[in-house]
């Protein structure tokens, strides 16, 4: 019987998962920074009081966790099989 490797094939996949969602909420912090020192530079300049509000960024979290939810089934399926662990262990997991 061969032996699965369970536990670097879920250390990678983690690993993986952690890096593309630090680079999206770092994009997402950056565009908030910009969005923020656009509307301070504007207030400034018109002299008055400006009103905004920033939305959105849930919905955007959102997309990319169901965009990374749908790539990550194949791409599991087929690190696990190479680790030796069969389908059903892999969708049980």
């Given at each position: ?48 009081n400006f ?43």
């Amino acid at each position: 019987m061969k032996r699965m490797n369970i536990q670097p094939a879920y250390k990678y996949k983690i690993k993986d998962m952690l890096i593309s969602t630090i680079i999206f909420y770092a994009i997402m912090v950056l565009i908030l920074a910009a969005l923020i020192t656009g509307t301070l530079h504007f207030t400034v300049n018109v002299g008055g009081n400006f009103r905004s509000s920033f939305t959105g960024f849930g919905f955007a979290a959102a997309i990319f966790l169901f965009i990374s939810g749908i790539v990550a089934i194949r791409e599991d399926l087929r690190l696990f099989m190479q680790n030796g662990i069969g389908r059903k262990t892999t969708f049980v997991i």
